[in-house]
Nanobody, 122 residues
Framework: QVQLVESGGGSVQAGGSLRLSCAAS????????MGWFRQHRGKAREGVAW???????SYANFVKGRFTISVDNGLNTLYLEMNSLKPEDSGLYYC????????????????WGQGTQVTVSS
């Protein structure tokens, strides 16, 4: 069992930055893939960024070069730093975890947070 709580969402103007956080607590010891997903304005949920147990990261093409995923293992916290934000980045951002060591971007995720809202205005 993994509990995930996102925070850090808010409103920002286009071109601005936000840093999302995800506090994680696991009741079993395991290796997890971690990921950020988003859903906006009636669109389907889509993967944004992923990180594996070795710190290897991957990104969706639409955020590559603008967003950075990272993890602080000591704090059990996942981060998503978002720069050069665009209005189309607006949406509800979810933190997620899935048991696994690699291929994190192609896995289905079992554990989800409640989401944090990001609004980017033009």
């Amino acid at each position: 069992q993994v509990q995930l709580v996102e925070s850090g969402g808010g409103s920002v103007q286009a071109g601005g930055s936000l840093r999302l956080s995800c506090a994680a607590s696991a009741h079993t010891y395991s290796d997890y893939c971690m990921g950020w997903f988003r859903q906006h304005r009636g669109k389907a949920r889509e993967g944004v960024a992923w990180i594996d147990v070795d710190g290897r990261t991957s990104y969706a093409n639409f955020v590559k070069g603008r967003f950075t995923i990272s993890v602080d293992n000591g704090l059990n916290t996942l981060y998503l730093e978002m720069n050069s934000l665009k209005p189309e980045d607006s949406g509800l951002y979810y933190c997620a975890a899935e048991p696994g060591r690699d291929y994190c971007s192609i896995r289905d995720y079992k554990y989800w947070g409640q989401g944090t809202q990001v609004t980017v205005s033009s």
